[in-house]
């Protein structure tokens, strides 16, 4: 299917303006409760936070890849084996945001670069039924929201047992 470039757009948009959105929500969290998890196995906003700057090597690396190759496999990522399970709360979380900020305009000034047939541009992942950097974009867009969600939830997070 050719995505429609009014979607395109939205994508584009919806991740040139999360950090928008996700910084100042993070500087709104309490510094009591920036390390704090809201229950076991769970991260917190400072490990939330990281995360999301985390990956943009991921995604630069993907996108070079599916463009690149003529038949990529992407290999899945899992942050809870990939870094020692303390690695995000050891880390610097302004330099996280900073990096988060300057990443992100990188990585939005070389989106918009691409042509339709690189969007539509296809590769293999074990876990999804099809994936294209449209797919991967698009993906990339929810994954701000879902962990910028996670981390209203701790702001806003009335019981901590």
Same mark, same amino acid.
Not at 50 to 56: G, I, N, P, T
């Given at each position: 299917?050719?995505?429609p470039i009014e979607t395109v757009a939205a994508v584009i948009d919806a991740i040139a303006r999360a950090p928008l959105i996700i910084v100042p929500l993070v500087r709104e969290v309490p510094n009591a409760l920036l390390k704090r998890r809201p229950a076991p196995g769970r991260w917190s906003a400072h490990e939330q936070a990281?995360?999301?700057?985390?990956?943009?090597a991921l995604f630069f690396s993907r996108l070079d890849q599916m463009l690149r190759e003529p038949a990529p496999a992407i290999t899945p990522y899992?942050?809870?084996s990939a870094e020692?399970?303390?690695f995000l709360l050891q880390m610097d979380l302004d330099d996280a945001l900073q990096a988060y900020v300057s990443d992100r305009e990188l990585l939005v000034e070389r989106?918009?670069?691409l042509s339709e047939a690189d969007w539509q541009t296809r590769a293999t992942h074990p876990e999804y039924s099809h994936y294209s950097v449209f797919i991967m @974009?698009? =993906?990339l867009a929810l994954h701000d @929201?879902? =962990?910028a969600y996670r981390i209203e939830?701790?702001?806003l997070k009335r019981d901590w047992s």
């Open positions: 299917m050719i995505e990281c995360h999301l700057a985390r990956v943009h899992d942050p809870s020692p399970e303390e989106i918009r670069g @974009f698009r =993906h @929201f879902l =962990h939830e701790i702001l």
